[in-house]
């Protein structure tokens, strides 16, 4: 199974402040037709998880655009480039290149 | 785009139980749906996807043998059986949309979730 690890497990910010989650695969997520299938999930305090970023870098509509996805093969980011009060939740990674699908184990968002 | 989680509760180990998910906003039979659960305090664990045309299905090993995913296009609705019920199965049930019907992974649209507590 393809692991997902994600760092850091806790992220306190300042409001107004970036903030920055990294999300490491143990094998390539490029997929045969060429596509990465890395997504990024948030889930706010009792709340259904919501899709933020598909494919890397793609933002989900009505995503706000302080949110932004970067890298490629084993190695992904989310940036939050001024954190707001609303942000606060777990940060989840997902690979969809390879079965099972797999999550990393998410990371918490607080405001200091 | 909705999607509304039902069926769950408490049931005892080496029980069963039944959960719905009616999805209405979108064409139903076009997206593969998928199953994706939360233990108490815990991360996201995906358990298994169904194709649009219901005829792929795949499971997680944790529950492979145990639970069978479906879906009736008719009744836009996806279902997920769950026999032999362990306390570890105990999690909240999300039921989750994808972007097309052989597509994986994307789940775009989640449902609010339904409880499954095993215990005796």
């Known amino acids: 199974d393809v692991v997902m690890t994600q760092s850091p497990l806790s992220l306190p910010v300042t409001l107004g402040q970036p903030a920055s989650i990294s999300c490491r695969s143990s094998q390539s997520l490029v997929f045969s037709d060429g596509n990465t299938y890395l997504n990024w999930f948030q889930q706010r305090p009792g709340q259904s998880p919501r899709r933020l970023i598909y494919k890397v870098s793609n933002r989900d509509s009505g995503v706000p655009d302080r949110f932004s996805g970067s890298g490629s093969g084993t190695d992904f980011t989310l940036k939050i480039r001024r954190v707001e009060a609303e942000d606060v939740g777990v940060y989840y990674c997902?690979?969809?290149?390879?079965?099972?699908?797999?999550f990393g184990g998410g990371t918490k968002v607080e405001i200091k | 785009v909705q999607l509304l989680g039902s069926g769950g509760g408490l049931v005892q180990p080496g029980g069963s139980l039944r959960l719905s998910c009616a999805a209405s906003?979108?064409?139903?039979?076009?997206?593969?749906m998928s199953w994706v659960r939360q233990a108490p305090g815990k991360g996201l664990e995906w358990v298994s996807s169904i194709s649009g045309s219901g005829g792929n299905t795949y499971y997680a090993e944790s529950v492979r043998g145990r639970f069978t995913i479906s879906r009736d296009n008719s009744k836009n609705t996806l279902y997920l059986q769950m026999n032999s019920l362990r306390a570890e199965d105990t999690a909240m049930y999300y039921c989750a949309k994808e972007s097309g019907s052989t597509s994986y992974g994307g789940m775009d649209v989640w449902g609010q979730g339904t409880s499954v507590t095993v215990s005796s």
């Open positions: 997902m690979q969809g290149t390879h079965w099972p699908l797999t």
């Open positions: 906003g979108f064409t139903f039979s076009s997206c593969a």
